[in-house]
């Protein structure tokens, strides 16, 4: 599934649940920004958002779509041939905490 929601550059919300196909016009509009929550997202739109849509380097795409037991931080630099812009790339885990106890939910 995908979740959308569109703010504007003051921060309110513009819209949300965007069709697909305006996704990359929202993108260009420097007057409003778009974020996209993939939750258990199909094959088809996994591939949509993170290689048709960003462009991002395969190696961010794997990291997206398999799970990752270790946080992050990756930049990425394009090169002539790449179509991404330069990006800083992040996994990030929750912590839940129970009393004084700390956890990650993915390392239990």
């Not at 007057?31 to 591939?47: H, S, V, Y």
């Not at 990756?74 to 700390?102: C, N, Q, W």
Request: charged content about 25%; glycine content about 2%; some cysteine.
């Amino acid at each position: 599934m995908i979740r959308s929601l569109v703010f504007t550059t003051q921060g309110r919300l513009h819209s949300k649940d965007i069709e697909m196909f305006l996704m990359p016009t929202l993108l260009t509009d420097t007057n409003l920004f778009l974020w996209i929550d993939l939750e258990n997202p199909t094959p088809e739109e996994a591939k949509f958002v993170l290689e048709e849509l960003f462009h991002f380097h395969p190696l961010s795409i794997q990291d997206c779509v398999e799970a990752s037991l270790a946080p992050k931080v990756e930049e990425y630099s394009p090169k002539e041939e790449d179509r991404f812009a330069p990006y800083l790339f992040m996994v990030i885990h929750a912590v839940i905490t129970v009393g004084r106890t700390a956890f990650s939910p993915r390392a239990s």
